[in-house]
């Protein structure tokens, strides 16, 4: 039995040390965490007890054994106001303790060690005290006065409250609740059970006090759990490191709705601290989200848009929900993530405007470009009529040809969305059927357009639209004589490496066999030569049926 309460009265100050480790990591490494502050001064108290109580029981004298018991209320006597402290805020609970309750609790303490200190002169907190036991150990029995006995009253109404806090927690979270909050529920029924023990005289050990050793037995229950799961928080160690330093505001919610935790950068968006909602509906701080919680969990990753704010403080948002599900896949709560996207929306508003005020001065460049063209053909065409040469005015028209070739293109390119890129079959359609006006074609010439929608760019559909206009208008000027039937065809098409090519074909009398192409005298397939080193093209001439134009190169389109 000796070796029993010398084992006992050894691990009261080890046990004491421990819960100093354990209250000091609580309040520096998870400082931000109200229950865990809270929870480290929980521990100390519970620290203070068992030091003072394994000084009280090494002593033999009748008067520091009474000091020394004085020197334990300051911790015992804090205990239960912390402990229902610690519970409201774990379980986000108590918001029926309103701050005038809580003043009113913890006067109960300060008063009766004020008791415990004039004891002598009124008996109210110890009526006798005698020492009992024999050997190294003596036992302080005491006769408890009615200050002393309102005081259990009190203890046994906080804790049993605090208890009462965890097992709704348990009722309405199931499995939710982690191994750390069992431990902890577990850490507050075995004092509350050998207290009572303890008060009603069912000691094994008469000179050994049990609720200071009921202390004992919790505090490395609770490092075991905190440590060895490394749940000295209920969040993930990740939380502190990343969570709390993220610019987005993250806000976890259980599965009913209530705020269970919330980082700077959501305090920040809801202009609210976390101490401040803590368990309340999440639709206090943000009426709007009434509109997502009925679709939770049935879509467990929701994604949206969102704005919060009026005026100059408004804000644009991207939303995401992630349900949380335990081990039995049954969704315990929500993680929501606000990505503020003011910023980027107003530069990509900025760019959208500065976009189409580009795009529309580039239109009125190529609107300008076709009009200063149709004014030079115009000039060209007046400069023909002051002559009466033909060959001069066959000149100016092929040049007015050209250049409404060029305009053409800038004409498209004004009329489209695409300020880059042109719709080459289009502009084919339209080519053949201006030079068929310009040249007067008879009704017997048929001229068949067969092209893929294919776009060019526009350095690109410039040097290929006057190679077409070149070599459309050499087949109606010289492939047919006066009044003979004929076809002109005109293809183009990509094949499958991406070279493009166009052929323009004629059933005409073909070119004269002693035309040496291209080294010919003619400005007009002078310049097709040109306008096919431009394209950096090959060209392939087949004079076996008419005449035969094959002209591949490669697209410059990005």
């Not at 000691?203 to 609720?211: G, K, N, Q």
């Not at 909602?277 to 467990?300: H, M, Q």
């Not at 009044?483 to 098409?493: A, D, L, M």
């Amino acid at each position: 039995m000796l070796l029993t309460r010398s084992i006992i009265v050894a691990l009261h100050p080890i046990v004491a040390g421990l819960a100093v480790i354990m209250a000091v990591d609580l309040w520096y490494g998870h400082r931000r965490q109200g229950k865990n502050m809270i929870g480290s001064l929980l521990l100390l108290a519970a620290s203070h007890w068992l030091f003072a109580s394994t000084f009280e029981l090494l002593s033999n004298d009748l008067q520091v054994k009474r000091l020394w018991d004085v020197v334990q209320l300051l911790g015992s006597s804090s205990i239960p106001i912390l402990w229902l402290w610690f519970a409201s805020s774990f379980t986000n609970s108590g918001r029926f303790l309103k701050p005038p309750i809580w003043i009113l609790l913890a006067a109960v303490p300060v008063l009766l060690i004020g008791l415990a200190v004039t004891n002598p002169l009124h008996n109210l907190v110890w009526v006798d005290a005698s020492l009992v036991g024999a050997g190294s150990f003596s036992m302080l029995q005491d006769v408890i006065g009615p200050a002393l006995l309102a005081f259990y009253v009190y203890s046994y109404a906080l804790v049993t409250t605090g208890v009462m806090m965890f097992v709704r927690a348990l009722l309405e979270q199931g499995e939710a609740i982690s191994c750390q909050t069992s431990a902890v529920l577990l850490g507050a029924l075995l004092p509350l059970v050998i207290s009572v023990t303890d008060v009603l005289g069912l000691r094994p050990f008469a000179d050994v006090p049990l609720t200071p050793f009921a202390i004992v037995l919790v505090v490395p229950t609770l490092a075991l759990n905190f440590y060895r799961l490394r749940r000295a928080d209920l969040s993930p160690l990740a939380r502190v490191k990343v969570v709390e330093h993220i610019a987005e505001g993250v806000i976890v919610i259980d599965g009913i709705g209530r705020i269970t935790d919330m980082n700077p950068a959501a305090e920040d968006i809801f202009e609210c601290q976390l101490s401040q909602v803590l368990g309340a509906e999440l639709t206090t701080i943000w009426p709007t989200a009434r509109t997502y919680l009925p679709r939770l969990p049935v879509e467990t990753g929701l994604v949206d848009t969102l704005s919060l704010g009026e005026g100059e403080r408004r804000h644009t948002f991207d939303l995401s929900i992630t349900t949380m599900t335990h081990r039995s896949q049954q969704p315990v709560g929500h993680i929501i993530v606000l990505h503020d996207t003011t910023q980027r929306s107003l530069i990509e508003s900025e760019m959208r405007q500065s976009l189409a005020e580009k795009e529309m001065l580039l239109k009125e460049i190529h609107h300008r470009v076709k009009n200063n063209l149709q004014v030079v053909s115009s000039l060209l065409r007046l400069q023909a009529r002051s002559h009466n040469s033909q060959a001069f005015k066959a000149s100016m028209a092929e040049s007015e040809n050209r250049i409404h070739a060029m305009a053409l293109i800038h004409e498209q390119l004004y009329g489209t969305t695409s300020l880059s890129q042109v719709d080459f079959r289009n502009y084919i359609e339209l080519l053949t059927e201006h030079l068929a006006t310009s040249h007067a074609i008879p009704a017997s010439l048929q001229v068949e357009v067969n092209a893929e929608r294919i776009y060019l760019s526009i350095d690109q559909a410039i040097s290929c639209g006057l190679l077409i206009n070149e070599l459309i208008s050499n087949a109606f000027k010289y492939a047919f004589h006066d009044g003979q039937k004929g076809q002109v065809y005109i293809s183009f098409r990509q094949l499958e490496d991406g070279q493009l090519v166009l052929t323009i074909e004629d059933n005409g009398i073909g070119l004269p066999n002693d035309l040496n192409f291209p080294n010919t005298g003619t400005l007009g397939l002078q310049l097709v030569d040109q306008l096919v080193h431009q394209l950096l093209a090959t060209l392939e001439l087949d004079r076996s049926q008419g005449t035969k134009y094959t002209v591949t190169f490669k697209s410059t389109k990005s």
